[in-house]
């Protein structure tokens, strides 16, 4: 077998075992909905997808999570849903090429996922703007903000915390694909 059929099936199974982590790890927060949205859970599988797989494969993981799971588990609610599986559509994809495009050392792995989780919540806050503008609600600056950085405040340590230890060891042991 090739070596450009190996990367693409390993790329595959990695995807695929990023979407499943992205459907299970809000059941660990899920009994305490606050706790959920703070930590994000479905957030860190995408990313990580992103760095591992490249940015196609972390934009498809990331758009279809929030869906898929709301297809089986009726959660996250929508309209939030669709605002989510954009947010994470953009996390997949800006990890995705800035981790191929930047020098790999452990501090742009720092900055491709600042930059990643900033680009990110934009996103999120510019489809929850579309929504209330197609469902007649509203949607202020002031809930962006709340939404996207206060609340969030502990999801954003956790992951700045736990997604570099994750992608270094990773490239250490030579299991990253998106090159």
């Not at 009994?31 to 760095?51: A, D, E, N, R, Y």
């Not at 680009?119 to 600056?141: E, K």
């Amino acid at each position: 077998m090739t070596a450009t059929k190996t990367y693409g099936t390993r790329r595959l199974v990695y995807s695929g075992v990023c979407l499943a982590l992205a459907l299970v790890l809000p059941f660990l927060t899920g009994q305490i909905p606050q706790i959920g949205s703070m930590l994000s859970p479905m957030h860190i599988p995408v990313l990580l997808c992103g760095f591992l797989c490249g940015w196609q494969w972390g934009v498809a993981v990331g758009f279809i999570a929030p869906l898929l799971r709301y297809a089986l588990f009726q959660m996250p609610p929508m309209p939030m849903g669709i605002a989510m599986a954009f947010e994470l559509a953009a996390y997949g994809a800006i990890s995705g090429l800035l981790y191929k495009k930047l020098p790999k050392t452990n501090a742009n792995v720092y900055v491709t996922l600042i930059l990643s989780m900033i680009a990110g919540r934009i996103v999120w806050g510019a489809a929850r703007f579309v929504i209330a503008g197609l469902t007649s609600s509203t949607f202020p600056f002031s809930a962006f903000i709340a939404g996207a950085v206060t609340e969030a405040i502990p999801g954003i340590i956790l992951h700045i915390v736990l997604i570099p230890i994750i992608v270094i060891a990773l490239e250490r042991a030579k299991l990253v694909l998106n090159d």
